[in-house]
């Protein structure tokens, strides 16, 4: 079975919230919510995919000293294994704004299992209830 490695970032702005994207439609998983960040591509650090996908999806520069790993999830799909690293993120630069999503919302850590999200991502939301 093939193993991807998606690399996750939980923004959290100074009221502790954190930002979830809905993904738009015609993608895989159309409708549901999720942390953003993407696939690591050859040759490239979680850190460095996170800083290239914020930039990509919404708008927002970051640094590496500023994220910071948290946990991550293992989940067998039917036709590929993913492998999901997330990390926090405190600092970043330029408001958040729905590149290539649908929708965004700052969400409370312990109200995130009121928002339907893969099954790749729920096991994430503990350690985020813990850390918030």
Same mark, same amino acid.
């Given at each position: 079975?093939? %193993?991807?490695?998606?690399? =996750?970032?939980?923004?959290?702005? *100074? ?5 979830? #994207?809905?993904?738009?439609? &015609?993608?895989?998983?159309?409708? +549901? $919510?999720?942390?953003? &960040? ?9 850190? #460095?995919? %996170? ?16 994220? =910071? ?6 989940? #067998?799909?039917?036709?590929?294994? %993913?492998?999901? @690293? +997330?990390?926090?993120?405190?600092? $970043?630069? &330029? *408001? ?5 999503? =649908?929708?965004?919302? $700052? ?11 893969? =099954?790749?991502?729920? @096991?994430?939301?503990?350690? +985020?209830?813990?850390?918030?």
């Amino acid at each position: 079975m093939k %193993l991807v490695v998606v690399v =996750a970032c939980a923004l959290v702005d *100074p009221d502790n919230r954190v930002l979830i #994207a809905r993904r738009p439609e &015609g993608k895989a998983m159309a409708g +549901l $919510w999720e942390f953003p &960040g993407g696939k690591l591509e050859a040759n490239e650090t979680p850190e #460095a995919c %996170l800083i290239r996908e914020l930039h990509e999806e919404l708008g927002v520069t970051t640094w590496q000293s500023c994220l =910071a790993p948290l946990t991550f999830a293992s989940h #067998a799909y039917d036709d590929f294994h %993913l492998l999901m @690293p +997330l990390y926090v993120c405190q600092k $970043w630069q &330029g *408001p958040a704004i729905a590149r290539e999503h =649908a929708a965004l919302k $700052w969400v409370r850590a312990n109200r995130l299992r009121e928002f339907k999200m893969p =099954a790749a991502d729920e @096991p994430l939301i503990p350690a +985020l209830i813990d850390l918030l």
